[in-house]
């Protein structure tokens, strides 16, 4: 464990004269797992957590103040551990701004006001890092290697299992069923300002149980190297205690076969056999995250199916595919209830996920299943963000053109004055046109989305309209002009914009 006390008080980090400009409690104490540097303004989905980022500044400086605070804001989502901006060679240090907005965020900020080179900060801290983690891989495999002796010896005993990881993390060690009922415990209690981490144990495609370390050490790196690991090791001590039943076993199948796009016999037959009513319509949902290690699915599957909704689930790959069974009557209803769950389920976790649209059959979820997969590669939600196919229908439309050429055409036959215009005055009136059309017309709440005065979102309306021809709400092409104007904001037509 190094705090960020120790990486300020090194020789590298000393030489850059680093000055500590925010408030933020325990930030002496915070641990860093990794130094990186970098001047790219869209860093945090690729953080993991833990980090001392290094900045040069230049480009976060010269952001307006509200686009900082975004900066800070998203580096804060990811639990960044602190953010080191250097001011050398600049007259100002960092705005009162900047600060405020670190303070709000929680993220611990740094000045750093001489120069010294990120490259020799980042080498001294990361080989201790990398000397500290090698030692916690070697906790953790003999961890593993004793557990395999028991199981070898003395067959999967849980509290003997569970008893042989307390004593080797000295930590606090539980094991759930998927419904919260306890299956072990070993470990004394640990106050909750320690570290936790939670994976989960999946045997034969199935979620059997969670397991969660606690430990009175701040730094979690210790505790998610070993949920990763020994999760394999308890789920084959699990096998044995856990059976399948056979509406369990037709479950995995089903999901499997929705996943392949198998016969449609055999979906019909699993369909049946996990006990699903014949005659009912689905949607799939496909959840995953961006980052790396095991994920917690357990709270969203539990949250998922309160609704009363018949889930199935599946753990494939990383990602969990969800199918609900909905009725024959409000199935939009009943989706778009499922969707607003999902988001709070989600809310403020590392997962991202998609839901594909209604199906009247469900042994036809495999088309659902396809598009909450295209979405996922379409557009990669942030972490705690869902996303809903039937809002992405237009994208998909214009994928499926096979030649961009033919929507290029039209695109330029309707709003080429329009473009040109925005092309030579460095306007944006495109995007003026498709916030407007897509709030079907409704110049108030256009304005209030686009930040913009009425009067002045009347005046961008008028020119529209002049350049178009006419009002597209009586012309009789209001369907076509949204269409090219959703093809040339999304660059799908060929040359539209160059």
């Known amino acids: 464990m190094i705090t960020l006390a120790e990486v300020l008080a090194s020789a590298p980090m000393s030489a850059a004269d680093p000055r500590l400009c925010s408030n933020v409690p325990g930030t002496l104490a915070r641990v860093v797992r990794w130094v990186h540097s970098?001047?790219?303004?869209e860093i945090a989905p690729l953080l993991r957590g833990g980090e001392l980022l290094l900045s040069g500044g230049e480009t976060l400086l010269a952001l307006p103040a509200g686009e900082q605070l975004d900066y800070v804001r998203s580096l804060a989502g990811r639990n960044v551990t602190a953010l080191a901006v250097q001011t050398a060679g600049r007259v100002a240090p960092l705005p009162d701004g900047l600060i405020a907005a670190a303070n709000e965020s929680g993220l611990p900020l740094i000045e750093l006001r001489a120069v010294a080179p990120f490259v020799d900060i980042a080498?001294?801290?990361n080989r201790r890092v990398v000397n500290e983690q090698a030692d916690a891989h070697l906790v953790?495999?003999?961890?593993s290697r004793r557990i395999a002796r028991q199981i070898t010896d003395r067959g999967p005993h849980l509290p003997t299992i569970l008893g042989l990881v307390a004593t080797g993390l000295a930590a606090q060690v539980s094991l759930a069923a998927v419904d919260g009922l306890p299956l072990g415990h070993a470990g004394s209690a640990v106050e909750q300002q320690g570290s936790m981490a939670v994976a989960d144990i999946v045997v034969g495609g199935q979620l059997a149980a969670q397991l969660t370390l606690r430990s009175p050490s701040p730094d979690p790196f210790l505790l998610?190297?070993?949920a990763d690991r020994l999760s394999g090791i308890l789920a084959l001590a699990l096998a044995q205690a856990f059976r399948p039943t056979p509406a369990q076993v037709a479950e995995a199948r089903l999901l499997e076969s929705v996943i392949e796009g198998g016969d449609p016999a055999d979906v019909r037959r699993m369909w049946l056999q996990s006990g699903l009513q014949p005659g009912h319509g689905a949607v799939v949902a496909v959840f995953r995250t961006p980052g790396r290690g095991e994920v917690?699915?357990?709270a969203v599957e539990r949250a998922l199916r309160a609704g009363g909704v018949n889930v199935k689930s599946h753990l494939r790959d990383g990602?969990?595919?969800?199918?609900f069974a909905l009725g024959p009557n409000n199935a939009r209803a009943a989706r778009e209830a499922l969707i607003m769950a999902a988001r709070e389920a989600v809310g403020g976790s590392d997962i991202?996920?998609?839901?594909?649209?209604n199906v009247?059959?469900?042994?036809s979820a495999h088309e659902s299943y396809v598009e909450a997969r295209e979405i996922l590669g379409l557009d990669m939600p942030a972490v705690g963000q869902v996303l809903d196919a039937m809002e992405f229908l237009g994208r998909r439309i214009f994928g499926a053109v096979p030649d961009p050429a033919f929507l290029d055409l039209y695109v330029r036959s309707s709003l080429g004055e329009l473009l040109e215009w925005d092309r030579k005055h460095g306007t944006d009136l495109l995007a003026t046109l498709v916030c407007w059309l897509g709030l079907g017309c409704n110049t108030t709440a256009s304005a209030a989305t686009l930040n913009i005065e009425r009067q002045t979102m009347h005046k961008r309306l008028n020119k529209i309209q002049e350049l178009l021809g006419g009002d597209p709400r009586t012309s009789g092409r209001l369907f076509d002009i949204h269409i090219a104007a959703k093809a040339a904001a999304n660059g799908v037509a060929g040359s539209v914009g160059t």
Do not use: R
């Open 296 to 298: 917690n699915f357990s």
């Open 360 to 363: 009247v059959d469900g042994l």
């Open 140 to 143: 953790v495999d003999d961890i």
């Open 38 to 41: 970098s001047e790219v303004l």
């Open 123 to 125: 080498e001294a801290v």
């Open 319 to 323: 990602e969990l595919v969800v199918l």
């Open 352 to 357: 991202c996920a998609s839901f594909g649209p």
């Open 224 to 226: 998610e190297l070993a």
